[in-house]
């Protein structure tokens, strides 16, 4: 066998037009913003769940990383139409770049596990931890340069706490579409 053989097979035209679209989604879903008190939601999470769930963990995972390459090189494409290096480094930033821990966890479990119903939503779950984890991780540590009385409960207070409902709704809703839309796709 050669190693042309044994590498991963290509992305398809098909494929790489699923995965622009997915990523067109995630960023229109991140400039949705629901207000809720003094919080403010958006539908990011829900387009990273619905591209895992729909694409699989390949292609979602490609599709999460164009999205944050499209932001990263300055493209409005993060939530209040803004884009660039700063966006990332800021405090909120690390939430985004977990994202890709979510999809990379995502891929691997339904990797081994295979992709049933429960196995994909148990493996967005754990990405969704992931995310929460390292993007906390993050937040504490911009925070931890200019004001050094936040600690790691007021984090999760802001940060977490207030967000686990709502997305777990999002990871349900993704659930749920992403099942009748994977009908429609090759």
Same mark, same amino acid.
């Given at each position: 066998?050669?190693?042309?053989?044994?590498?991963?097979?290509?992305?398809?035209?098909?494929?790489?037009?699923?995965?622009?679209? &997915?990523?067109?989604?995630?960023?229109?879903?991140?400039?949705?913003?629901?207000? !809720?008190?003094?919080?403010?939601?958006?539908?990011?999470? &829900?387009?990273? &769940?619905?591209?895992? @769930?729909? @694409? /699989?963990?390949?292609r979602g995972t490609y599709a999460v990383l164009v999205y944050?390459?499209? /932001?990263?090189?300055?493209?409005? !494409?993060?939530?209040?139409?803004?884009?660039?290096?700063?966006?990332?480094?800021?405090?909120?930033?690390?939430?985004i770049i977990g994202f890709v821990a979510t999809a990379l966890?995502?891929?691997?479990?339904?990797?081994?596990?295979?992709?049933?119903?429960?196995?994909?939503?148990?493996?967005?779950?754990?990405? @969704?931890?992931?995310?929460?984890?390292?993007?906390?991780?993050?937040?504490?540590?911009?925070?931890?340069?200019?004001?050094?009385?936040?600690? @790691?409960?007021?984090?999760?207070?802001?940060?977490?706490?207030?967000?686990?409902?709502?997305?777990?709704?999002?990871?349900?809703?993704?659930?749920?579409?992403?099942?009748?839309?994977?009908?429609?796709?090759?």
């Amino acid at each position: 066998m050669t190693s042309a053989n044994m590498a991963a097979p290509r992305l398809r035209t098909l494929d790489l037009a699923y995965i622009a679209l &997915f990523s067109v989604l995630i960023a229109v879903c991140a400039w949705i913003s629901l207000p !809720v008190m003094t919080i403010s939601f958006t539908l990011q999470t &829900f387009a990273v &769940f619905a591209a895992l @769930l729909t @694409l /699989g963990g390949r292609r979602g995972t490609y599709a999460v990383l164009v999205y944050l390459l499209l /932001g990263l090189v300055g493209l409005p !494409v993060f939530s209040g139409f803004q884009g660039g290096p700063g966006v990332l480094l800021g405090a909120t930033g690390g939430y985004i770049i977990g994202f890709v821990a979510t999809a990379l966890l995502y891929w691997l479990i339904t990797a081994k596990l295979g992709t049933s119903l429960p196995v994909a939503a148990a493996a967005c779950v754990l990405g @969704l931890a992931a995310c929460y984890a390292f993007g906390t991780v993050w937040f504490l540590k911009v925070f931890s340069m200019s004001d050094s009385s936040m600690d @790691l409960s007021k984090a999760l207070g802001l940060c977490v706490t207030p967000f686990i409902l709502p997305d777990l709704c999002k990871l349900a809703l993704a659930v749920v579409l992403s099942q009748r839309v994977k009908k429609f796709l090759k």
